[in-house]
């Protein structure tokens, strides 16, 4: 994610997990609603403790839903 660029490290390492072209095509645009949400986390707010809360437990509501999407199927 691009938007990690002068970041803190702990706001970096919780960046982790949001790539999402390496998912089959039916899964991208369910996880690509989270990368997206983070980005825009990452552009609005500094680094503090609380970002980093944040995007791990974005990170974590991503692989919910991806995994989801993933057993039961996305709709179109």
Do not use: I, N, W
């Not at 089959?24 to 980093?52: I, K, M, N």
């Not at 791990?56 to 993933?70: F, G, I, S, T, Y």
Request: aromatic residues 4%.
């Amino acid at each position: 994610m691009d938007a990690t660029t002068g970041r803190h490290v702990s706001t970096v390492q919780a960046c982790r997990g949001f790539s999402y072209k390496h998912l089959p095509a039916e899964l991208q645009p369910v996880s690509r609603v989270f990368h997206d949400a983070a980005a825009e986390l990452l552009r609005l707010l500094p680094d503090d403790p609380e970002l980093t809360a944040c995007l791990r437990k974005l990170r974590e509501a991503k692989d919910c839903a991806v995994l989801l999407a993933a057993v039961e199927g996305v709709r179109s």
